[in-house]
């Protein structure tokens, strides 16, 4: 204790004993160096876990409030959405949560964008593969947050402090935005899954993405002219490289959700979780319903 060690440090006249190294607060440089970058990447990956397995994730997005959904109790945490009641505003935590958290990791991806580039040590070919993973996680959060708000505040860089301001920016420059990070990301990152640790994205998870974006804004007032046509190369072209990067169908489509199967052929992106709480975080069994 601090006591003992004062008398030791007495007793003994050391010099360095009481120094202290704060290394629980690393300053964006951090973001500069190949480990800093590969911690904020696994920072943001787990990110992953806000949005699939807890209620309050994208699971009270999708089919809440349809026929498909029915309520178990009537006091169930997404009920505003389900019942579509005066409640469900923007203060209301489901969606509270989900845009926090999808901000809190774009910006961690900004950091690692905006100070990753200025890293050494590593090949070309390796820089340019941690930077693409996270552009293409900014994007894949970016994505969710403009699928289910529309115009949104569109940061495109690192905030190391507060800031009491924002704007709403249009849909269309927000997906501009995912576009540019998606077409780097399916250029600079392995193209099989299978060339990647279980839960990183490879090209094929990019070019996926980009295929439903581009399909997804297809159907906007603010579409491109040729978003349904980019769709169709990208995904078809997908396919038609899927045999020589590992990609397949299997037999029994059972199986795409067998436990212990999660990372098979068929799948581009699994989030992962872990049976230790310290890393695994929690996965209730509500999202099952």
Not at 185 to 212: E, I, M, Y
Not at 217 to 222: L, M, P, Q, T, V
Request: glycine share 8%; proline share 3%; with cysteine.
């Amino acid at each position: 204790n601090i006591v003992t060690g004062l008398l030791v440090c007495l007793l003994s006249s050391c010099n360095d004993f009481l120094d202290e190294e704060n290394r629980s607060n690393l300053g964006p440089d951090y973001f500069s160096t190949p480990q800093g970058v590969r911690d904020g990447l696994t920072a943001a990956y787990a990110g992953l876990r806000n949005f699939y397995g807890p209620e309050e994730g994208l699971e009270a997005f999708t089919v809440a409030g349809t026929d498909e959904f029915a309520m178990a109790r009537s006091g169930a945490r997404v009920k505003d959405i389900a019942n579509y009641t005066t409640s469900y505003t923007s203060t209301n935590e489901v969606s509270k949560y989900i845009w926090n958290n999808a901000y809190r990791w774009i910006n961690t991806c900004n950091g690692l964008v905006d100070y990753g580039t200025d890293m050494t040590g590593l090949s070309d070919t390796e820089k340019k593969g941690l930077l693409a993973e996270a552009r293409f996680l900014r994007a894949f959060y970016y994505f969710n947050l403009v699928k289910l708000f529309g115009d949104v505040t569109l940061n495109k860089n690192f905030y190391n402090s507060p800031s009491t301001s924002s704007e709403r920016n249009s849909a269309a420059d927000v997906y501009d935005f995912i576009i540019e990070d998606l077409k780097v990301a399916a250029t600079d990152l392995p193209a099989s899954p299978s060339a990647v640790d279980p839960g990183k994205a490879s090209g094929a998870t990019a070019k996926h993405l980009l295929a439903k974006v581009y399909l997804t804004r297809g159907y906007k007032s603010y579409a491109h002219a040729d978003d349904f046509k980019n769709a169709l190369e990208v995904a078809s072209g997908l396919i038609g490289e899927a045999s020589s990067i590992g990609l397949a169908l299997l037999d029994d489509y059972a199986d795409v959700f067998k436990t212990g199967n999660e990372n098979n052929a068929e799948v581009l992106l699994s989030v992962q979780y872990s049976s230790d709480k310290t890393f695994g975080s929690s996965h209730p069994m509500n999202h099952v319903f």
